[in-house]
């Protein structure tokens, strides 16, 4: 079994910054493709960010692109997920999710094997 546990989320004003971890427990981190997720009120979980196991690769939501970075540190079993110039539209939920296996679509819910709680991100205007 996979725990993942999200941290770093809070209130900010438009234009902060924030940095989200997630730290991963129970099997071989490095070996996992990690993701991104938010979650606004009323609206659907939609992808924000990705990255491979190898590292090599990172996937972007084009909202975000230029604002946030994905990152990670297998000895740490911690990704992150660098925010810069929050805007209130970034105000919502944000998971962290890791799958093990072969390559998937790194933007659908259903690639994904395991999930965090979520940690709120709110960005006043």
């Known amino acids: 079994q996979v725990q993942l546990v999200e941290s770093g989320g809070g209130l900010v004003q438009a234009g902060d910054s924030l940095r989200l971890s997630c730290t991963a427990s129970g099997r071989t981190f490095s070996r996992f493709d990690m993701g991104w997720f938010r979650q606004a009120p009323g609206k659907e979980r939609e992808p924000v960010a990705a990255?491979?196991?190898?590292?090599?690769?990172?996937y972007y939501t084009d909202s975000v692109k230029g604002r946030f970075t994905i990152s990670r540190d297998n000895a740490k079993n911690t990704v992150y997920l660098q925010m810069n110039s929050l805007k209130p539209e970034d105000t919502a939920v944000y998971y962290c999710?890791?799958?093990?296996?072969?390559?998937?679509?790194?933007?659908?819910?259903?690639?994904?094997?395991?999930w965090g709680q979520g940690t709120q991100v709110t960005v006043s205007s």
């Open positions: 999710a890791a799958h093990i296996g072969s390559p998937r679509n790194w933007s659908s819910r259903e690639s994904y094997d395991y």
């Open positions: 990255i491979r196991w190898y590292g090599g690769s990172t």
